[in-house]
């Protein structure tokens, strides 16, 4: 991989899903990212692209649609995705990096990408590359990580942290883990080709006295309440963004689904063991169920 690439924030190994979801006492911020994305995403529809998949925590929630390509750096969390998910022959699973995307221009007609975006060095590249992969009027529902949140206004106040969080840079606070603005995000989205229609703000209780005084049930619906004041004013510690792909269209080319990463041609060949590029020959193996587009120093 070239030095100027931007680093990636490798989860290959990880126990990610098991530590941080299944017991890590987050049931209510994965219930209320639950009626955050019942609000924005459409019902129903033909291709969705997953940006940063995991195990696929996410992916049942994306049942009103034909076909969910789950796409994540990781192989081993894709396989985590394989086992909890089961056979489905609805979802594809795609290794590949959100950089140097391997699909046809134009190919979904909708894309998410939750806690994942905070993971970006270079955030503009990737949501550029996630909106080539849509079609005209696609729809993108995006989360990020919001550093203009209560608990940094406040200790920011007391000074107990350095970094204001009403400037509009990105902060990172944690290697390869960053906070955005909201305004910075606004601005991103309309110079990669996205018009945002709709905010909601995900996430307002999450403190750890709060969630153990207070009923989960309770919280998820105060905070569902208060998801739609996200339109407004954006304080809390995460954000759904609903925005609609336009203008600039990508070509579309009629029937490939599949791009090479490197040369980018589409003239892509299945073969049982993989996908071969006509173009430059190169061969993107599939293993157990895996597409693997990662990209080696040998590619
Ligand atoms: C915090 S996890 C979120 C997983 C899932 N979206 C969820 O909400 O449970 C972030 C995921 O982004 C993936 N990721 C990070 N950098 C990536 C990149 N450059 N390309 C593709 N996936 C990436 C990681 O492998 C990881 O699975």
Redo the contacts with the bound molecule.
Sequence with gaps: MSTDH?P????EG?D??ER??DEGERQYEHRV?QVALARLLPKSGNKLL??????G??TPRYGGFDQVTL????IT?LQQAQARLGKDPRFLYVA????RLPFAPGTFDAAT????L???AAPVD?LRQVRSTLAPDAIFIL?FANKRNLKAILRWILRRQDWNPFAHHAIEFEKLNFNFHPVAIREWLNGTGFSLERQLTVSHFRLALLKRLVPTGLLVGLDSLFQWTGNWWQYSPSVFVRAEAVGGEPARSEGAFWRCPMCLSTEILAHESGLQCQSCGRLWPLVNGVYDFKVSSEN
């Design positions: 931007p990636i924030c490798d989860y990880s990610y899903q941080f979801w990212e997953e940006v940063g998949a995991g195990a925590r996410n796409l994540d750096y990781s969390q590949a990096d959100v950089y990408m939750i806690r994942t905070h993971h970006m990737a989360e």
